[in-house]
T-cell receptor, first 112, second 113 residues
Framework: KNQVEQSPQSLIILEGKNCTLQ??????????LRWYKQDTGRGPVSLTI?????NTKSNGRYTATLDADTKQSSLHITASQLSDSASYIC???????????FGTGTLLAVQP | EPEVTQTPSHQVTQMGQEVILRCVPI?????FYWYRQILGQKVEFLVS????????KSEIFDDQFSVERPDGSNFTLKIRSTKLEDSAMYFC???????????FGAGTRLSVL
C-alpha cells in the first residue's frame, strides 16, 4: 500500500536551534517528493521538490535530503525562528495513478 | 507573487443543501485540483482537472461531487447534497505540470450542520 509516514508527530524546540524532520515512504513507482509548510488554517506552501536523482535541495534555512534507495527523506531547519512554527508535510507523488500522497505531518512549535 | 484565491473562506450550510466552492487558479497554470482536510487529519486528494475535463479522481469524489471551469478563470467544486461528514477544509491548487510546484489556496472551511 502506498503510504507516507512522518516522525516525530510533534516537536518543540527553542528559537535559534536546528531540527530535523523525518519522512519514510512506500510509494511505488516514485515520481517526486515534496515538503510543504502549512500554517494553522492555511493552505500548504511548497518548500522543496526532489526527483529520484536529487539527494539534497535547499530553500533558505530549509534543506531536504532524499535517499531513494531506503525511501527516506528528511527536512532540516537551521536557526529556527518563531515563524517556523507550523505543520510540515511530506508528500510523495507516485503510485499507479501518479497522484500526491500526503503524510500526516510533523507539528513544529518554536518557542522563544 | 501569484496566488490561488478561494471564496468563501468559511461556508456554513445545512445538511442536504448544495454548496459551491469557488477558486481562481493562477492564470498560466493548466492543471487544477481539489483537496480536503478533515480537522486533525491529513490532506486528501479529491480530483484533478486538465483540458476541461477530470483527469483523475479519488474514491472520495463520488456522485455528490462535481467540478466545473465555467469560464477562463474560475474553477468550482459543487457538493450536491451535503452530509455532516463533508465538514472539512477544502483546498484548491494549481500547477503547470506534474514536475512543477503546486500552489494551494488558503482554503474554504465548510461546516455542515
Amino acid at each position: 500500500k502506498n503510504q507516507v509516514e512522518q516522525s516525530p508527530q510533534s516537536l518543540i524546540i527553542l528559537e535559534g536551534k536546528n531540527c530535523t524532520l523525518q519522512c519514510n515512504y512506500t510509494v511505488s513507482p516514485f515520481s517526486n517528493l515534496r515538503w510543504y509548510k502549512q500554517d494553522t488554517g492555511r493552505g500548504p506552501v511548497s518548500l522543496t521538490i526532489m526527483t529520484f536523482s536529487e539527494n539534497t535541495k535547499s530553500n533558505g534555512r530549509y534543506t531536504a535530503t532524499l535517499d531513494a534507495d531506503t525511501k527516506q527523506s528528511s527536512l532540516h531547519i537551521t536557526a529556527s525562528q518563531l515563524s517556523d512554527s507550523a505543520s510540515y508535510i511530506c508528500v510523495v507523488k507516485g503510485g499507479a495513478t501518479n497522484k500526491l500522497i500526503f503524510g500526516t505531518g510533523t507539528l513544529l512549535a518554536v518557542q522563544p | 507573487e501569484p496566488e490561488v484565491t478561494q471564496t468563501p473562506s468559511h461556508q456554513v450550510t445545512q445538511m442536504g443543501q448544495e454548496v459551491i466552492l469557488r477558486c481562481v487558479p493562477i492564470s498560466n497554470h493548466l492543471y487544477f485540483y481539489w483537496y480536503r482536510q478533515i480537522l486533525g487529519q491529513k490532506v486528501e486528494f479529491l480530483v484533478s482537472f486538465y483540458n476541461n475535463e477530470i483527469s483523475e479522481k479519488s474514491e472520495i469524489f463520488d456522485d455528490q461531487f462535481s467540478v466545473e471551469r465555467p469560464d477562463g478563470s474560475n474553477f468550482t467544486l459543487k457538493i450536491r447534497s451535503t452530509k455532516l461528514e463533508d465538514s472539512a477544509m477544502y483546498f484548491c491548487a494549481s500547477d503547470r505540470g506534474s514536475k512543477n510546484i503546486q500552489y494551494f489556496g488558503a482554503g474554504t472551511r465548510l461546516s455542515v450542520l
